[in-house]
């Protein structure tokens, strides 16, 4: 029903956004987060078919979430199918790699296209000073989020597929083609949209150290939804 496997020299402006749907396409970030940095289109690259949305410890002035100016202390790239693409039910595959490193907070998932909140899928998310692990989760209520950690072959910092099988009465989560997680009830009844991005955490359990490398990409090789058989 939808695929992008990044072969052209740029991002394909016909599928993809560079900001979320609510917020001015010049620059953004999720105030409903402790985040550090401010998304821009320029962070977001083609090259040699592969996305790369880059984080880059470099100032940028932005807007808080009053709406006031604000100093980001990192600038990064992030990509939504918002306004372009969003479906019903479906297999979704992300081909992945992710970077490791303290603060870095690469996540893969869909929102609804209504722009309400919940329900969240997350596909994938990971910090980076855990390189080995990935969480997967289904946010379906404000105070209720089911989810799990689990174990990465090779650590994010490889390519992986991470992929979603989103059907009427189920959610079921896979990486390599290997289930790792599943919701047997409540999963949600309306249109979302695909996102990734690659945010700088801004909590203290998370927050970017003297460790944290200056620059960092998720570099995303192909994106394909399927229709469920």
Not at 96 to 117: F, M, N, Q, V, Y
Not at 166 to 180: A, N
Not at 206 to 215: E, F, I, K, M
């Amino acid at each position: 029903m939808f695929s992008d496997s990044f072969t052209s020299s740029s991002l394909d402006r016909g599928k993809w956004d560079t900001c979320y749907p609510w917020a001015a396409e010049s620059g953004c970030t999720n105030a409903g987060n402790v985040e550090l940095e401010w998304y821009l289109p320029k962070q977001v690259s083609v090259s040699d078919g592969t996305l790369h949305l880059t984080a880059q410890k470099e100032r940028v002035r932005g807007l808080d979430r009053e709406g006031s100016a604000h100093w980001f202390p990192y600038r990064s790239g992030m990509v939504t199918t918002a306004g372009h693409y969003e479906f019903k039910y479906g297999q979704v595959e992300f081909q992945a790699r992710a970077p490791k490193g303290r603060g870095l907070w690469p996540a893969l998932w869909l929102l609804p296209a209504d722009e309400s909140w919940p329900p969240e899928i997350d596909i994938m998310e990971a910090h980076g000073e855990d390189a080995s692990h990935v969480m997967v989760s289904y946010h379906r209520t404000r105070s209720d989020a089911l989810q799990t950690v689990v174990p990465v072959d090779g650590g994010i910092d490889t390519w992986h597929r991470y992929a979603l099988d989103w059907r009427p009465d189920s959610l079921t989560w896979y990486i390599d083609q290997r289930p790792v997680f599943s919701v047997r009830s409540g999963a949600p009844h309306q249109p979302m949209y695909l996102l990734a991005n690659l945010a700088m955490a801004g909590d203290k359990g998370h927050a970017p150290d003297s460790t944290t490398p200056a620059s960092a990409s998720l570099d995303i090789k192909d994106v394909r939804v399927w229709r469920n058989q």
